[in-house]
């Protein structure tokens, strides 16, 4: 079956740097996906990696293994406002996305 | 700028009655999708639409029905609600329907049936 692993819950510092991993195993690969999504609202596009290595934009980078079928979301400099549930998900040979379930995180002064 | 647009926001609807989820999008994107999202799962598919006239299954599809008459609305019909179909339901669009495609996302209906 096809899946998408991302721990459920994180807490880091206000300014600090913080790390989401997500693993995954699909059928096919046709590149992957962070979106952030606030608590009540709608998930908005972060990013998209769909060859090995780090794209970075501004305080947010995403890094692809895709041997590893493994992919990491950067967030620095945290912000309060950077509290929210980040989504990672997986384009699979169907091109069809596949969603984890979603890492919360909570930033604290 | 609209973007995509759902209604209604939330409905208490009882078991047994239908519903109509209404999806309209501005941007003239090719491809339109409907998810339901529950707590402690990922976003899963109910039904795609590549194009205009065309629509497809997704993941879990059985209770709901959409169609696809016009590029900017993506109906999605519930025939007999059942307590299992209490959810948040995402409309997406994208402008297609392989690679980098990012998806836009409506503000979401929060469905309760009883």
């Known amino acids: 079956g096809q899946n998408i692993d991302q721990p459920t819950e994180m807490t880091a510092t206000e300014g600090a740097i913080v790390q989401i991993n997500c693993t995954y195993q699909?059928?096919?690969?046709?590149?992957l996906f962070w979106y952030q999504q606030h608590a009540g609202e709608a998930p908005t596009f972060l990013s998209y990696n769909v060859l090995d290595g780090l794209e970075e934009k501004g305080r947010f980078s995403s890094f692809l293994s895709r041997s590893k079928g493994y992919s990491y979301l950067l967030l620095k400099e945290l912000q309060m406002k950077d509290s929210a549930s980040y989504l990672c998900a997986v384009m699979d040979s169907n091109y069809q996305l596949i969603w984890g379930a979603g890492t919360k995180l909570i930033i604290k002064p | 700028t609209a973007g995509i647009t759902q209604a209604p926001t939330s409905q208490i609807l009882a078991a047994g009655r239908s519903m109509t989820l209404r999806c309209t999008q501005d941007m003239r994107h090719n491809a339109m999708y409907w998810y339901r999202q529950d707590l402690g799962l990922g976003l899963r598919l109910i039904h795609y639409s590549n194009t205009a006239g065309t629509t497809g299954k997704g993941e879990v599809p059985d209770g709901y029905s959409v169609s696809r008459a016009n590029t900017d609305d993506f109906p999605l019909t519930l025939a007999s609600a059942v307590p299992s179909q209490t959810s948040v339901y995402f409309c997406a669009s994208s402008t297609g329907s392989d690679g980098n495609t990012e998806a836009f996302f409506g503000q979401g209906t929060r469905l309760t049936v009883v």
């Open positions: 699909t059928s096919g690969f046709n590149g």
